[in-house]
Structures are given as structure tokens and as C-alpha cells.
């Protein structure tokens, strides 16, 4: 959408560049592309501390999961897991970690070495996490709580995400 904006004012027909000279017109075209990278770099940065969180966060509860799979090391119950196919934590602590840790970590240090495609694996890290809440949010009603914030986490990586595909054609 912004890029579609930078090239329209770029060619001759367009209002802002009636009656101007080439030197106006260029002055308004780094403007523009000034701002279009500020709001890229900006972005990045909001992804990267998101999928850092969701990183650290998946790392740490799928391992605490896998060392203590009957009370998670939080003594937490197993009475979650009496309506789900799990009798302990280690399984779910395995695809926590593998799933959604590996994906986030994976799109975290491809956006921070900005490699081609970094957008969408960090797509992909927000839709693994996006999966994972929707999921536990279905098998343990009770646990809503904690799993909204991880929710609206993952949509503000999969919104940031869509948001810098849009920016990054320059």
C-alpha cells in the first residue's frame, strides 16, 4: 500500500508532481522512502522483541514440562489434562518446544540476520503459536487466562508479519 503510493507520486500525471521541478520531486520521493523505512525498521524491531518473548517463553515452559511431566515444576495439577489425550506433561512439553520454539527461534534469527524470506518464517512462528493457544485453549477451558495474552501475542506477530511483507518490496 505504501509502495503503491511512492510510485504514484513518481509519475508525471500525479497531482504532487504537477507544476513542481525534478529537485521538488525528488525531495518528496526521499520523504517518503525516509518514512517507509523508518516504519519498516520500527516494525522489525516490534517483531523481533515478540518472537524474542515468544522464543524464551515457549523454550522455558516446554523444558520445565519435559523435566517434571507430572506437575510441570509449578505444581500444577494433572487434572487439566483429565479431558485431553495426555496423562502427563512430557508430550505436550515436547511439542511445545518443538513446535512453537523451534519456529519462533527460527524466525527470530532469520529476521534478525534479515535473510531473504525472514517474513515468513516469522509468519509461520505466529501461526505455529497461533495453533498452539488455539489448541490448549480447546482442551483445557480453564487455562483462558494466561492463553488470551499468548493469543493476542501471536496475532500482533502474524499482523507485523503481514505488515512487513508489504514493506519489504523495496
Not at 15 to 22: E, N
Not at 141 to 155: D, E, R, T
Request: aromatic share 12%.
Amino acid at each position: 500500500m505504501l509502495i503503491f503510493q511512492a510510485r504514484y507520486l513518481q509519475s508525471p500525471t500525479s497531482p504532487m508532481t504537477l507544476g513542481k521541478d525534478r529537485n521538488e520531486i525528488g525531495h518528496i520521493e526521499f520523504a517518503i522512502f525516509t518514512l517507509i523505512c523508518e516504519q519498516f525498521n520500527y516494525m522489525r524491531t516490534i517483531l523481533i522483541g515478540l518472537l524474542l518473548f515468544s522464543t524464551i517463553s515457549s523454550v522455558v515452559f516446554g523444558l520445565m514440562m519435559i523435566l517434571h511431566p507430572l506437575n510441570m515444576g509449578m505444581n500444577l495439577s494433572l487434572h487439566y489434562l483429565n479431558d485431553t489425550p495426555f496423562r502427563s506433561y512430557f508430550f505436550p512439553g515436547i511439542l511445545l518446544l518443538t513446535l512453537v520454539g523451534s519456529s519462533s527461534f527460527y524466525g527470530l534469527v532469520q529476521l534478525w540476520r534479515n535473510r531473504p524470506n525472514c517474513i515468513r518464517y516469522s509468519f509461520v512462528a505466529g501461526i505455529c503459536l497461533s495453533l498452539w493457544i488455539m489448541m490448549q485453549m480447546l482442551l483445557i477451558p480453564n487455562a483462558a487466562g494466561i492463553s488470551g495474552l499468548y493469543l493476542l501475542i501471536a496475532l500482533f506477530i502474524l499482523l507485523s508479519s503481514a505488515q512487513l511483507r508489504d514493506i519489504e518490496v523495496l
